[in-house]
């Protein structure tokens, strides 16, 4: 038969990720004082799965790779082998090593040959081991070749067939025989598939009628295979119970002397073995076009498929959903097919019983998407782990709210962010053990993330109790670097805040871990991306707590709705600023800038949509109109407005996967009166104020976009 | 066609399993650890079980054990998964009631065959 086993790579992939960090996060939480043996248990387990997958699949670079960690594994839960920092390092790093094995096999890419060699001869020192130093990529699992496989017809026996003979066997089990849930019976079937097959049955050993128990096994059988097979292909057939049984074999010619023990007994009864009904050859026809169709997805590995894992109760809370909807639908059929004006009430109770079946079916399938935090969560120990151990720092790590769910998209683009402010916080925020002391503080510093959620947003917060930000210092900094006027007055928030300008450290000098231009405004703007927001507030001498606020979807936005002629238009709430009545006296034009507004300290373009958008304004006459400011990455801009609206969620429509990317709209929506209102795109517009015709920025959303 | 309970952690192992049983026309039922699958047992019913000797919560040879402590599971075929870096298992795994084992790494001919000399 031939079965396809490359269909299941993918899922072999995905459990191999997941056993990867489920053995990172152990080797991470084991105390090299008291190993938890359960811990180290796991580790191990996960490290066999991967193992076995692999050589099923033939990946025998990952399999051998996998074999060293096994056997170290091994050793260390036994406790042949004590449970060293250096040994969880070696270990940690062969994680590394094994995922991006199996990320480059998976995208067909060449493996790193070097780094294998490297992390095998780490393994291979603390296995005591000559490092033999060489990434092995043909040769086969060191160690566990598959000697046995089990398979019928084994071959390589050296006995050869008994010159067509046969072979006389004799076969006393023990009379614990069936509760291992062998029985005679199949063993003779198994027989009869070799040859034909003659058994006599030796009924001497049963006792009295009234002693008589039938679970125990208390016959024993002399058999005559008449076939020309090897001495090690019958001895198969007794593999499960050679330890549990008197085994005897021969040749058939040789079988005249029987031994002794067989002669007595007398009532020796021939009984013909039933022809197996049908007996199929041993081995059968592959599944003749009964190919079952539970292939999945994106199987045959290649490129990552993007996959979920659904909670069933999800799904069985939509089925519950949908089977309302029908219901609710059949009823309103029903009043539809005989409709008269007395149904009025009833047509009302339908319809608001419909608004709500479809809230709650919309709540629930974004509730699909939603995965718990901890996955986004699961690198974070490891780079604590990591970078306190090479700045010399001891930190707590505390991870709370791991279950709490987001979007999967808006989670695997937050991971970087997260990564860096919680490496900046081992960094920057915690100090020295002995500065802690000096300053009266555990010198243990603790870092929490948590998560939660609040309204229709996700809120991480991660806090250190650290050193906090020195206001003073950065503001001097700002200053120095010309971000903020001499002598303005800044409120505390904004001036953390400016720890997100590109170029502004607090950090006189650069480490291994920070200060290289991968900064604050990286993260910050990644977050804006995802619709996000991010605050400072920190304490000189007591640490800082950086608060992330995030959609849960990126499907839906909070929106300011307005009105320019007679189309509504929404802009992103998140990127608005104020909204302020035009005083005549502060606009200004500039000489091939168009029309600026004095705002605040400075100056802010304004944006004409219905010039934009060649429209026809209800009002053209900037003083005592509405304006509204907005800002993408610290530019701001007033957009000019006939008439603000109110503020409510909408589910973002592809402008481009509808119709064709304008430049200066996001996106579109369908407002609830059928029209639809197009989402500006911030970033779009104030490139296009500064003369810019550049395509409009589209927050990449490349499965949060249902087909509109 | 024999019913067979299929007890595996790892969910690509399941499903390599399942298929290879379900093309061959047996009726499989899938279980992730030996607590689920004592569950899903109790219910009773099946012809063969195999199991995977390494999983959480209950690994396979407390499974065999627990299984055969059922009065519907006394004599029912139970096989291990094992792999050949392990032969102690063997030992364990038939001390413990087992039947016999099977040797990973998974090849889908090996384990039809296997099955037919259980399941008639």
Known sequence: MSVDLSQFLQTFFEESFEGLDTMESGLLELDPERPDPETLNNVFRAAHSIKGGAGTFGLTAVSDFTHRMETLLDRLRDGQQAVTPDAVNVLLNAVDCLRSMLAAIQSDQALDADAISTAQRQLDEQLGQTPTGTASGASGPAGDTGGDRGSAGGGGDATPPSGGGGWWIRFEPQPHLFATGNDPRRLFLALQDLGELEVECDTSGLPPFEQLDPETCQLAWTLRLYADVTEAAVREVFEWVEDDARLEIRPLEAAGTEPAAAAEGGAAAAVAAEPAAGAEAAAPAGGEGRKSAARRGGAGGGGSSSSIRVDTEKIDALIDMVGELVITQSMLSQIGKEFTAERLEELQDGLAQLERNTRELQENVMRIRMVPISFAYSRLPRIVHDTSRALGKAVDFQMEGEQTELDKTVMEKIIDPLVHLVRNSVDHGIELPEERAAAGKPETGTITIEAYHKGGNIIIEIADDGRGINRDKLLGKARAAGLVEDGSELADEQIYDLIFHPGLSTHDQATEYSGRGVGMDVVKRNVRSLSGNIHVRSTHGQGTTITISLPLTLSILDGQLFRVGDQTYIIPLVSVIESLQVDASKVSRVTSRGEVYHWREGYVPIVRLHELFDTEPVRRELGGGLMVIVEDEDTYLGVFVDDLLDQQQVVIKSLEANYLQVPGIAGATILGDGTVALILDIAGLIEMSRGGRRQPYIPDREDSDEAA | ?120
């Open chain 2, 1 to 120: 066609m024999a019913k067979i309970l299929a007890v595996d952690d790892s969910a690509s192992m399941r499903q390599m399993v399942t298929y290879t049983l379900k093309q061959q026309g047996y009726e499989v039922t899938e279980a992730v650890d030996g607590t689920d699958a004592l569950t899903k047992a109790k219910a009773g019913g099946f012809d063969l079980v195999i199991t995977d000797v390494n999983m959480p919560k209950m690994d396979g040879i407390t499974l065999v054990r627990e299984l055969r402590g059922l009065p519907t599971f006394k004599f029912t075929p139970i096989l291990l998964l094992t792999t050949e870096s392990a032969p102690e298992k063997k030992q364990e795994g038939k001390a413990a009631g087992a039947t016999g084992w099977l040797v990973k790494p998974f090849d889908p001919d090996q384990l039809v065959n296997t099955i037919k000399k259980v399941v008639r």
